[in-house]
């Protein structure tokens, strides 16, 4: 039996090979047009952006000119003064629900025998409403403090304290006393009805 190869060449599995090529060109194909695809949306993307940051960089522009001529087309001194006659009609809106009627009828039911009120100042601040200075003269620093104290109770008067205490010629005690103070809002008046009132606060006042 002969044995011998006697091909002129080794013989070769090519049809697997040229499978295996064509898998892998394919593979490539593929990843190829993937990239691609990639780039070109980011592209665009990017391309967008940049048109829409430019369109609202314009657009910022375009505000602050506007905000610039607006300023520059108002007067301050006109914005002072309506700033100025707003306080002045808040200052009245607020004196209208103060009464000196009602602030009096609450020192007469608080004020002790032994004190007498020199003088009252009534003092409106925008953060703290209204307050009440009140100079008295007492027969001493006990009837000083019932006063305050009596202030206080009646639910009105808060932070009663005193800020300057002194003995006067005749041997007694003067106080200038501050407390916080708030009025009872007053009542709208009824049609065809007039405050009787009236003309006694106005010769308090």
């Known amino acids: 039996m002969i044995r011998t190869n006697l091909s002129t060449r080794p013989f070769y599995n090519e049809r697997a090979v040229q499978t295996w090529l064509l898998i892998v060109a394919l593979l490539v194909a593929v990843v190829t047009a993937f990239n ?14 940049a048109g829409e940051a430019s369109r609202d960089e314009t657009r910022a522009g375009e505000l602050r000119q506007q905000a610039a001529r607006l300023r520059a087309s108002v007067d301050p001194r006109q914005i002072e003064r309506a700033s100025n006659e707003a306080r002045q009609a808040n200052d009245l809106i607020d004196r209208r629900t103060f009464s000196w009627t009602e602030l009096f009828n609450r020192f007469e039911t608080t004020l002790p025998d032994e004190v007498r009120i ?15 200075m009140v100079r008295v003269v007492a027969r001493g620093v006990d009837d000083v403090n019932a006063f305050m104290e009596n202030l206080e109770k009646t639910g009105a008067f808060s932070n009663a304290r005193s800020l300057e205490e002194h003995v006067n010629e005749q041997g007694q005690l003067e106080a200038q006393l501050e407390a916080g103070y708030v009025p009872t809002p007053a009542k709208p008046a009824t049609p065809g009805t007039t405050k009787p009132a009236a003309g006694g606060e106005k010769g308090q006042q």
Do not use: A, N
Request: no cysteine.
């Open 36 to 49: 691609v695809t990639r780039v070109l949306q980011y592209s665009r993307s990017g391309t967008q952006l």
């Open 118 to 132: 020199v003088s009252v100042t009534p003092k409106l601040e925008s953060d703290r409403g209204f307050t009440i």
